[in-house]
């Protein structure tokens, strides 16, 4: 594995991505990336004003939701042969590639040939962001534990087929790992639209902005009077309540963790 | 003489709850640390002349101004019993800590500390890098714990405080080989400190009127603070009380208008009325689940919550009249609430306005669910409790206990279908002449209230019998939470009644032996229309409020840990 | 001020509507009775609402069963040990039943569950070929007349099958799954009184993780009226109990909009005081919550109703009765069952794969046209809804008063 240094240019790219990007499989959220880290030849590419994993090739990767196909056969990775090779390639990790994971198995584990051999990551949900599993064609590359990397053949970079064949198809969409900033210790990122914000431990989002003449809705990010400054954050301790600042401008709190609580004019804090 | 020391856990040694009057000092006497008990005796500068225990919301709100609303305050506070017919605000001038409560504050006081100098937060309260982590660093110990005594103390530290809390984290730290082990204590110590856990106000003589004491700045900077925004003194308080222009009533008015045109004033505004309507009784309201299915803890916790926003959103958000809170259809729902309401609820989270429909008799505070409950029994509503409130703590009326002997079988036999109605058990009730002459006073005002069950929900019946809520006041008949509420609001003695429960909030004193001052905050009060600020302000700035006529406390009879 | 409660009917119109629900079942038993044949007469029913708006949270949905033995006179379906020890001859079984070969007989059985390559009766149900169990064998079952062919010929796009009677009367019933699956153990109960899927289902209501409203829209009229809206969905708010278990009434819930969460806008029809809506695709959320690793939390499992409508019935009480019916993809029927592997199989002795061969072979609905093979199966599941308010959408104003 090679690593792709590609920060800068991902956290531009976090900022042009819509809403309603961060569901994979087509149902469910998708977790952030966990490392910047990919498989050789695999980047991050922008499609349709979201941000994908693609291949070498620009080609747009698949996951094939394991989860799925359970009902195919005791071990979903064997799944996509006959038929399905001829429509979707495997993203192959080199034959000497060594597998890291398997399918997880319950009950039916007992009677299968061997057990999941040590070192391999039992629960996939714990996986890495890439693990090797043994696919048809050989190890194969599978993305957060799930969903084994394919591309569709002639479809370069079509998200056409996006929960195709009952869900067991998805994009592999990008999101960035979050930033750590320097802040008071309440404040942590958060996405909303695609895009980290600055927001309380309870998800609340922090705003600055100028409120003019109508300012509910405007409620201080508070500070402890007592509290110095950290990075460029400062305590204002002029107002009512001391309220930190962020590069000299207050900073507020809305109610709850959706765009919606932002009053009109405000804007959100990137970390 | 106390000593201090560390206990193995690494305690401060305050002892037991009876030491903590003793251990203040005038600070602006004894500061130096000589010989206080001798000093107050001839002492003719500022003297402690008052001792205002911190509420638990009062502790709560000062320990996030100082160090921030992410620092927890876990543990069980010790409540301030209330006096009789008083406010709480009274009870706490005369409030010790026993030995448990002091535990108590002792654990809530060492968890602030410790999350205060915790990895997350050391480098917002640490000033300076100690020369070795492992060490005491008396420089860098004064550095950072003077500043945070200010704020706690409500005044600078004198030198012999801040001395022996500097000396106090040298110990520890060499104890526990850890420099920021040692802030953590000296700052522990500060928490649990009497000069923090109470608002200590010290008079001094009136240049202006010989004989008669005034607060000193810093005393007023505290009330002010913790009447109208029930928080500790801000900075820019610190600083008027500093420069000493606190004294000057242009300057203290200007403050106070400053204050209660402020958001913050809506904290002063909830505590206020949540003392006023004795919201304690919330701490233990317990419904009988089988009678009530729609009271749960979402909505035991959100009935009090609803009457102040009411309150609030009345008073302050709308500038209202204060009469008009007796009849507002104006208030707040969440879904828990919304169940017991029977009324549509939008957001799934939180709160949202609600105005009830006209005729809903769902007047002001009379038809709110937590008034209604608090004043009621586990299973079934109360007339006599309910009107016994409106007559005491709207009215300012007080109502007598009844006698031990009381046969209440009547009252409570709440299946008897031939009594199928409180009012008919009630009836019967009152014919034993030792309860009628009370019930005369509450039942009539309480019975019009009875379509409200015992935990303020709606119905027409009770045991298949139509309740009549038909009441009266006085001898002016109405009829339900809505005819009840206009005539409240009607009442002069409604209005007094807040006006005077002001001026004992503002002192924590009750009012008796202020009837001109009452008379005269009714007066504005009424000139303004009303308005709760006005009543605030003009309580605040009656330059009668800041004078100190009981004498002061006995001197000191030993000093505290911090003398060595 | 919107009052709670009952349409405006005393507890005595109460006692006649039970005597309307047949064979002196009682309400909220397994085997009540889901709807009224007929509705109340025109004179006993109340005026809707100014607004033309009701909402409903639905306290129970769970599967229809005629309760008692006489459905399955071979008694309930057996667990997988009982199955395999039929598979043997007498004298076999008769051994392996002795005490001292019970670990014998365990592996045995076990093994059973257990086909080549790894594969399991639950896991892969589609790879065994195991005997079907005895379906219901009465003639009544609660359902709806889905095809309106009384003939039970399938029509054009299903396939032919037999007609049930309700217990109250209706006949034309067409309801194939409570054939094929109605003497399971887990439907029937030991006694036929029913069993652990009824309460399952109760549970799972309660908890809010599937729990769903009906909101009725346009209602002018109980008696008739034909233009009502009907919004069927899951909501993510979660009901509160009282102590009996009794969903609270009046409280509010907003139809959720997001995820798996459904929401199905049918068209309706009232004539006395009963509610059908028209055929229509009705998708529900199915959250099993088992939380294996391998399962999504049901987000991939749904009651899915091809053809799927609703017949409701407007209660004295304020409350709605009645069934929801459709053809289910026969997978459906079983895929929570499945997505618990060999455990269903080995803890519970489900035998998935006779499960799956019995509803194959009672499929009556979306005939496929290359096969010929039905691949749904009629089904009706009772529903009970109290009174609330029911926001459509988050961002909506719109509030259901009941």
């Given at each position: ?9 991902t ?24 490392t910047?880290?990919?498989p050789?030849g695999?980047?991050?590419?922008r ?10 090739k ?15 056969g ?5 799944y ?21 994971i ?7 584990g ?20 890439w693990?090797?599993?043994a ?15 394919f591309?569709?053949r002639?479809d370069?970079?079509?998200t056409r ?21 320097v ?6 990122p ?6 980290y914000?600055l ?38 301790a ?10 000299g401008r ?8 959706t765009?919606?609580?932002i009053p ?8 | 003489m ?103 504050l ?7 500390a410790?999350?205060?100098f915790?990895d997350?937060?050391r ?10 982590e492992?060490a ?14 200010r704020?706690?103390?409500?005044r ?43 608002i200590v ?30 928080t ?13 222009r ?15 045109k ?11 009325f ?32 609803q ?11 709308r ?6 809170l ?20 939008h ?16 007047a002001?505070?009379?038809g ?24 005491e ?20 036999d709440v ?47 009770e ?10 006041l ?11 509420g ?20 503002v ?8 009837d ?7 007066s ?6 009303y ?8 309580a605040v ?24 | 001020?919107?009052?709670?409660g ?25 085997g ?24 409903f ?7 229809t ?25 007498a ?15 365990t ?32 003639k009544?079952?609660?359902?709806l ?47 036929g ?10 549970q ?8 769903q ?24 708010d ?9 969903f609270?009434?009046g ?12 929401r199905?806008v049918?068209?309706?029809h ?18 099993w ?21 609703l ?6 009480d ?13 997978f ?47 089904s ?13 959408l988050?961002?909506?104003t ?5």
């Amino acid at each position: 594995m090679t690593a792709h240094r590609i920060w800068r240019w991902t956290a531009a790219l976090a900022l042009a991505l819509p809403h309603g990007a961060w569901a994979q499989p087509a149902d469910l959220p998708i977790p952030a990336a966990r490392t910047l880290q990919f498989p050789d030849g695999i980047h991050v590419a922008r499609i349709d004003g979201r941000a994908y994993y693609v291949d070498a090739k620009g080609r747009l990767l698949y996951g094939m939701d394991m989860r799925i196909l359970l009902r195919a056969g005791p071990d979903p990775a064997l799944y996509c042969q006959g038929d399905c090779a001829k429509a979707w390639e495997p993203v192959l990790a080199g034959k000497d590639a060594k597998p890291n994971i398997a399918f997880p198995h319950g009950y039916e584990g007992r009677s299968l040939p061997q057990a999941v051999p040590a070192g391999f990551y039992s629960q996939p949900q714990d996986a890495p962001d890439w693990t090797i599993i043994a696919g048809p064609q050989g190890p194969q590359w599978v993305y957060k534990g799930w969903h084994m990397v394919f591309v569709r053949r002639g479809d370069a970079r079509s998200t056409r087929y996006e929960g195709a064949d009952g869900k067991i198809w998805n994009t592999l969409k990008f999101i960035a790992p979050p930033p750590q900033p320097v802040a008071p210790p309440d404040v942590r990122p958060i996405v909303i639209d695609g895009d980290y914000v600055l927001a309380d431990a309870k998800g609340r989002v922090l705003f600055t902005g100028d409120c003019g003449k109508d300012c509910a809705g405007w409620r201080p990010y508070r500070a402890g009077m007592a509290a110095a400054a950290i990075g460029p954050w400062r305590v204002a301790a002029g107002g009512d309540v001391a309220q930190w600042t962020y590069q000299g401008r207050p900073v507020f709190i809305a109610d709850a963790d959706t765009p919606e609580a932002i009053p009109p004019h405000a804007r959100t804090m990137k970390p | 003489m106390t000593r201090s020391g560390l206990l193995p856990r690494g305690l401060v040694a305050l002892g037991a709850g009876a030491v903590l009057v003793a251990a203040l000092s005038a600070h602006g006497a004894a500061g130096a640390g000589g010989d206080v008990a001798s000093t107050a005796a001839r002492f003719a500068g500022p003297r402690i002349t008052g001792l205002r225990r911190l509420t638990e919301a009062q502790y709560r709100n000062t320990i996030a101004d100082i160090f921030g609303p992410d620092i927890r305050v876990a543990g069980r506070f010790e409540p301030i019993v209330r006096p009789v017919h008083e406010l709480i605000a009274s009870g706490a001038r005369d409030s010790s800590v026993s030995p448990s409560g002091l535990e108590q504050l002792d654990a809530i006081g060492r968890g602030v500390a410790a999350q205060v100098f915790d990895d997350k937060h050391r480098a917002l309260f640490l000033p300076c890098q100690p020369h070795d982590e492992a060490a005491p660093d008396e420089s860098c110990a004064r550095a950072a714990l003077l500043p945070l005594g200010r704020y706690l103390f409500r005044r600078p530290l004198t030198d012999a405080e801040g001395n022996g809390y500097v000396a106090m984290a040298g110990a520890a730290a060499r104890t526990a080989h850890s420099f920021d082990k040692g802030l953590e204590l000296g700052l522990a110590a500060m928490l649990e400190s009497p000069q923090f856990l109470y608002i200590v106000e010290t008079a001094q003589p009136d240049p202006q009127h010989p004989g008669v004491l005034v607060l000193d700045d810093y005393s007023r900077a505290s009330r002010l603070s913790y009447t109208l925004w029930n928080t500790t003194p801000d900075a820019a308080l610190l600083a008027s009380a500093a420069s000493g222009r606190l004294h000057d009533p242009a300057v203290l008015a200007a403050t106070a208008a400053k204050m209660v045109k402020s958001p913050r004033f809506e904290d002063g505004i909830r505590a206020f009325f949540a003392d006023m309507l004795l919201f304690e009784r919330f701490d233990s309201l317990s419904k009988d689940p089988i009678i009530f299915p729609y009271f749960n803890s979402e909505v035991a916790a959100a009935m009090p919550e609803q009457m102040l926003r009411t309150i609030t959103d009345h008073l302050l958000t709308r500038d209202g009249d204060y009469r008009q809170l007796f009849l507002t259809g104006h208030t707040f729902m969440t879904r828990a609430l919304g169940g017991l309401y029977q009324v549509p609820v939008h957001k799934d989270k939180g709160w949202e306005p609600y105005q009830f429909a006209p005729g809903a008799d769902r007047a002001g505070l009379l038809g709110q669910a937590g008034f209604l409950a608090i004043y009621s029994q586990t299973g079934r509503s109360s007339p006599t409790l309910r009107g016994r409130a409106i007559r005491e703590l709207l009215l300012c009326q007080p109502v007598p206990n009844p006698p031990g002997n009381v046969n209440f079988t009547a009252v409570q036999d709440v299946k008897n279908r031939a009594m199928p109605t409180a009012r008919v058990r009630l009836a019967a009730h009152m014919t034993d002449e030792n309860c009628a002459g009370c019930h005369r006073l509450t039942d009539p005002l309480g019975l019009s209230l009875e379509r409200f069950d015992g935990i303020g929900g709606w119905r027409t019946t009770e045991n298949g019998a139509v309740i009549d809520p038909a009441g009266k006041l006085d001898k002016q008949d109405f009829s339900g939470a809505e005819g009840l509420g206009k005539l409240l609001a009607a009442s002069p003695d409604a209005s007094q009644c807040v006006a005077s429960r002001a001026l004992e909030y503002v002192r924590g004193q009750p009012s008796d032996d202020a009837d001109a001052m009452v008379e005269s905050l009714d007066s504005h009060f009424a000139a303004s229309g009303y308005r709760i600020r006005a009543l605030f302000l003009d309580a605040v700035t009656q330059p009668q409020v800041w004078e100190v006529k009981e004498p002061p406390l006995g001197a000191p009879t030993h000093l505290s840990l911090l003398e060595r | 001020m919107i009052r709670p409660g009952r349409l405006g009917l005393g507890g005595v119109v109460i006692a006649g509507a039970l005597a309307l629900s047949g064979a002196g079942l009682l309400r909220g038993h397994a085997g009540a009775s889901p709807a009224r044949a007929q509705g109340l007469p025109p004179a006993r029913l109340p005026a809707p609402p100014p607004s033309g708006v009701m909402g409903f949270v639905v306290e129970n949905f769970v599967p229809t069963i005629v309760p008692g033995m006489d459905s399955c006179p071979h008694g309930t379906a057996p667990r997988l040990r009982e199955e395999y020890l039929r598979t043997l001859t007498a004298d076999e079984a008769a051994r392996l039943r002795r005490k001292e070969n019970e670990k014998e007989l365990t592996n045995l059985w076990h093994a059973y569950a257990f086909g080549a390559g790894g594969t399991n009766i639950c896991s892969q149900p589609d790879r065994f070929q195991h005997a079907l169990f005895p379906p219901v064998e009465s003639k009544f079952a609660y359902g709806l007349d889905l095809d309106g062919d009384a003939s039970g010929g399938g029509g054009k796009d299903g396939c032919a099958h037999g007609k049930f009677v309700s217990p109250d009367g209706l006949s034309g019933i067409d309801n194939q799954e409570y054939r094929a699956m109605g003497c399971e153990l887990e439907l029937r109960g030991n006694d036929g009184s029913g069993g652990d899927s009824l309460t399952g289902m109760k549970q799972f209501h309660t908890s809010g993780e599937w729990t769903q409203v009906i909101l009725l829209k346009n209602v002018h009229s109980l008696v008739k009226d034909d233009d009502v809206e009907v919004i069927y969905a899951n909501t993510a708010d979660r009901p509160e109990i009282d102590n009996k278990g009794n969903f609270l009434r009046g409280l509010s819930f907003t139809v959720a909009d997001k995820g798996a969460r459904h929401r199905n806008v049918l068209k309706g029809h009232i004539r006395d005081g009963v509610l059908t809506t028209d055929p229509a695709d009705i998708r529900l959320a199915e959250t099993w919550g088992q939380g294996g690793a391998r399962d999504i939390r049901g987000n991939r499992t749904q009651y899915h109703y091809l053809k799927g409508r609703l017949r409701l019935a407007f209660e004295p009480d304020g409350s709605l009765r009645g069934l929801v019916g459709g053809y289910r993809p026969l997978f459906d029927v079983i895929v929570s069952t499945s997505l618990g592997g060999a455990g269903s199989a080995l803890v519970a002795g489900i035998d998935c794969s006779a499960q799956l061969a019995g509803l194959r072979k009672y499929a009556d609905g979306a005939r496929d046209p290359r096969t010929g093979q039905c691949t749904a199966i009629s089904s009706a599941m009772r529903i009970e809804a109290v009174p609330a308010f029911i926001n459509d959408l988050p961002t909506s104003t719109e509030t259901a008063l009941k």
